[in-house]
């Protein structure tokens, strides 16, 4: 399977933005599609998952009550819409692809990666 996302910006803290990440390919069952983010110097970090059939969602902490992960199906597209964005946020954001089971946090577990898109959030 393979991952290309887009939609990642410059944007004001508070704002909002949302990425998307096609899959193309052959998508296997079971399959679970995630989000991580990266800085400079800093680990991989999980920011979302969930599952390609079910409703199962897993979100960071850092996250939660503010990004929302969701899938169109028909379009092969996932999504992530982040509100009130903070300047902490800021990152390369990964889609990713994994054909374990359950959302996973860990990158390892994850064997299909996109090339990132990059958000900057300013003050």
């Known amino acids: 399977v393979q991952l290309q996302a887009s939609g990642g910006g410059l944007v004001q803290a508070g704002e909002s933005l949302r990425l998307s990440c096609v899959a193309s390919?052959?998508?296997?069952?079971?399959?679970?599609m995630g989000w991580f983010r990266q800085v400079p110097g800093k680990e991989r970090e999980f920011v979302a998952a969930?599952?390609?059939?079910?409703?199962?969602?897993q979100y960071a902490d850092s996250v939660k009550g503010r990004f929302t992960i969701s899938r169109d199906n028909a379009k092969n597209t996932l999504y992530l819409q982040m509100n009130s964005l903070k300047l902490e946020d800021a990152a390369v954001y990964y889609c990713?692809?994994?054909?374990?089971?359950?959302?996973?946090?860990?990158?390892?577990?994850?064997?299909?990666w996109g090339q990132g898109t990059l958000v900057t959030v300013s003050s």
């Open positions: 990713a692809g994994s054909a374990i089971g359950v959302p996973s946090t860990t990158p390892y577990q994850y064997g299909s």
């Open positions: 390919g052959h998508i296997p069952n079971p399959w679970i």
């Open positions: 969930m599952s390609w059939i079910f409703d199962t969602t």
